[in-house]
């Protein structure tokens, strides 16, 4: 493998790795909505679990917005 391919291949590999929503990246930008959230919903949301019940700000938090 050449290294200009293997460049370009890490290359792309962490710009798409930039651009992955993780529940602590949801939580930063959304700190009111986190915030407003049930202790137990929290703890959680923080480990990017979800239960039956969970409000669906909540769920968002935890998982991110569905695929289309």
């Known amino acids: 493998m050449s290294w200009k391919l293997l460049f370009t291949t890490l290359s792309a590999a962490l710009s798409l790795a930039s651009c992955v929503s993780t529940p ?3 939580i930063q930008k959304n700190p009111a909505l986190f915030n407003s ?3 137990s919903q929290k703890t959680l949301v923080e480990s990017g679990q979800i239960a039956e019940g ?5 769920v968002f938090l935890a998982w991110g917005t569905p695929p289309p």
């Open 24 to 26: 602590a990246s949801r």
């Open 37 to 39: 959230l049930p202790p």
């Open 54 to 58: 969970m409000s669906p700000p909540a």
